[in-house]
């Protein structure tokens, strides 16, 4: 069974039992929850896109390991090609959810798995790449949702992790035995887990030898013993509890991003379901691995979709209000569309120059340096389209009344006529639009866009480290035939002795 069908999907996720609050209360069914069941619905659309003939080809690849289709948010990229359309995919699902699809954490977390536990075999004799793979084709073959943690509290940023008062502010190995690793800390920010049929767990940063035992990834079910979710909760979870009608709210069936606070108190991990504990020199390979990836999809992919969003309804409003010839209203709308354009380029630029990493490992992973550029782009675009949509949009996107009122008969009258606008429109469709912008321009989404995948100083420093010079000095240095210094003469003099 390679493909799952969306119903299977949701059948299977009611067999876990996962411990969960929000709001101060325990969540007894995910699917009841109004907020909860918005990323069963998001993760359950990819189950009907790999089915849906139209669509299977941007949602499904052909997997070498099990010799059979399977749903491409279980797939490892193994070409070029491979990485453009995984960016396609990113692209497609964003525009189509309007939020995230929380398949995409997992799937980039994938590949930094492959590609580290295979280097880390080769080097130190572990046997951590059959497991990943025994793991993946399970995965594969059950066509499981798949969501990744990293982020975690951590104490303080000058600190080592040995120095906390707290030593469990990063995921910690507490013991080892026979049979598997207890493990005890927090990942935060996590999307969509609760509603996920496993959850892979990577380091978030370096390690020293010293803190071997912060060194760890590894694969378990969500409803594990020891593991607790506790969900964000926004005035946005608050509106959608209370609104009678989804269709009350900017995206009725997908709501806004979910996250949650994972706890891990004692969880236990068997060694079929560890990839990476105590090989600290590899920690940072895991991170940096799945920030490349992560990056590429979260910035030049998965937020050009959103600005699909927020430009189609910023055109819909423009022709609303009958605004189709004022030219500072066409040139915020052509500035948008150049501020997408360039995330995506920048996106799929990170993909056509992506490359196997490392050599023979089977892993492609998208251009490093183009793949940060991506993330970076998109964090100060994502807010100017925003701003953007705002002014187009007016302030009929935060001053809006009710759609109940179109159901009112004391005010249904006044809705139809002082909402259309005196056009062709129904009130109700420019109401829903203006709730939408209101979604986008007034939500989450601004603050969530600028620190998923991480904040901006941190694609700042990752450019620093990869950028390389030589090839931009050396064209000056041709275009003005400058003669060599003396530091690039005293090896061409001692190789002549």
Not at 267 to 273: I, K, L, M, N, T
Request: hydrophobic letters at 35%.
């Amino acid at each position: 069974m390679a493909l799952m069908t969306p119903e299977q999907f949701e059948d299977s996720l009611k067999l876990l039992k996962p411990r969960i609050f929000m709001d101060g209360k325990r969540v007894e069914s995910i699917f009841d929850n109004p907020n909860t069941r918005t990323v069963v619905e998001a993760n359950k659309a990819s189950y009907r896109w790999a089915l849906d003939p139209e669509t299977s080809h941007i949602m499904t690849a052909f997997s070498p390991l099990i010799n059979e289709t399977v749903n491409r948010y279980t797939y490892v990229s193994q070409s070029v090609d491979d990485l453009i359309k995984k960016a396609e995919a990113g692209t497609f699902t964003s525009e189509n959810l309007g939020t995230c699809i929380y398949r995409c954490v997992g799937y980039d977390c994938f590949h930094s798995l492959w590609s580290t536990t295979w280097e880390m075999d080769r080097e130190l004799g572990t046997s951590c790449h059959p497991r990943f793979l025994e793991y993946l084709k399970m995965v594969q073959t059950k066509d499981l949702s798949v969501a990744g943690a990293l982020t975690e509290p951590r104490g303080p940023r000058s600190d080592r992790a040995l120095e906390w008062n707290d030593p469990f502010l990063s995921v910690k190995v507490v013991e080892k035995n026979d049979k598997g690793i207890i493990v005890k800390g927090a990942k935060i920010n996590i999307s969509g887990a609760f509603a996920s049929h496993e959850l892979v767990v990577l380091p978030q940063s370096n390690h020293s030898a010293n803190e071997a035992d912060y060194a760890v990834a590894f694969a378990t079910p969500p409803d594990a013993e020891g593991i607790t979710f506790v969900c964000q909760y926004t005035p946005y979870s608050a509106e959608r509890e209370l609104a009678g009608d989804i269709e009350e709210l900017g995206n009725p069936l997908y709501g806004q991003r979910e996250t949650s606070l994972i706890i891990f108190d004692n969880v236990f991990v068997p060694w079929e379901r560890v990839f990476h504990c105590g090989e600290y020199q590899y920690s940072g390979k895991f991170v940096t691995r799945f920030a490349r990836t992560h990056r590429m999809t979260c910035g030049g992919t998965c937020k050009v979709g959103f600005m699909n969003q927020i430009i189609g309804s910023s055109k819909l409003i423009q022709e609303y209000k009958g605004l189709q010839e004022v030219p500072h209203i066409n040139e915020e709308l052509a500035e948008m569309v150049a501020l997408r354009e360039t995330c995506r380029s920048c996106g799929l630029a990170a993909a056509y120059k992506g490359s196997e990493e490392p050599v023979g490992s089977g892993v492609f992973l998208p251009d490093e340096l183009m793949g940060n550029v991506s993330k970076l782009n998109v964090c100060n675009a994502f807010w100017r389209v925003m701003a953007l949509a705002g002014d187009i949009g007016g302030g009929l996107i935060v001053t809006l009344p009710s759609l109940k009122e179109l159901n009112n008969p004391e005010t249904k009258a006044y809705m139809e006529q002082f909402y259309s606008f005196g056009g062709d429109e129904p009130a109700e469709n420019v109401m829903k639009v203006h709730k939408h912008l209101q979604n986008w321009t007034a939500g989450l989404h601004g603050v969530g866009t600028w620190h998923g995948a991480g904040p901006v100083q941190a694609q700042k420093i990752m450019l620093q480290r990869v950028i390389n010079y030589d090839h931009e000095k050396d064209l000056v240095k041709k275009t003005l035939n400058l003669k060599p210094s003396t530091s690039e003469a005293e090896p061409a003099r001692k190789s002549k002795k």
